[in-house]
C-alpha cells in the first residue's frame, strides 16, 4: 500500500509565509507527477500547483508568483512554499501523486489533507 502524509498547514496572518510537505511511502517503484490541491469550504476542490519528475512546474493563475512547488525524490517528497499569504488561501490543501506500484500498476493517491487558515 501507499501512504502520503501532508505536514506543515496552521493558522498565519495575511501576508505570511507556510510551507507545506507531504512524503509518500509504501510500495513505490517510481514516482511520477506530485500535485497539491485544495478545496474551501462550499467550494470545489481545485488544482495549485504540479511538477513533474523531471520538475518542470505548473501553477493555478491565483498563486503563481506566490506559491512554489519542489520534491526531493531521494525522499519521495513534494513541498509547497507559500508566501505572500491571502485570507482567500484558506482551504484544506491535498497532496496527490501518480505513482508506480510495481506489476504494471499505477494509481493516483492522496493524503489525509492539512488545513491552512490565513487571517486577514
Known amino acids: 500500500q501507499v501512504q502520503l502524509v501532508e505536514s506543515g498547514g496552521g493558522l498565519v496572518q495575511a501576508g505570511g509565509s507556510l510551507r507545506l510537505s507531504c512524503a509518500a511511502s509504501g510500495r513505490i517503484f517510481r514516482i511520477n507527477a506530485m500535485a497539491w490541491y485544495r478545496q474551501a469550504p462550499g467550494k470545489q476542490r481545485e488544482l495549485v500547483a504540479e511538477i513533474g519528475s523531471g520538475s518542470n512546474a505548473n501553477y493555478a493563475d491565483s498563486v503563481k508568483g506566490r506559491f512554489t512547488i519542489s520534491r526531493d525524490n531521494a525522499k519521495d517528497t513534494v513541498y509547497l512554499q507559500m508566501d505572500t499569504l491571502k485570507p482567500e488561501d484558506t482551504a484544506v490543501y491535498y497532496c496527490?501523486?501518480?505513482?508506480?506500484?510495481?506489476?504494471?500498476?499505477?494509481?493516483?493517491?492522496w493524503g489525509q489533507g492539512t488545513q491552512v487558515n490565513v487571517s486577514s
Open positions: 496527490n501523486a501518480h505513482i508506480y506500484t510495481g506489476s504494471f500498476a499505477y494509481g493516483y493517491y
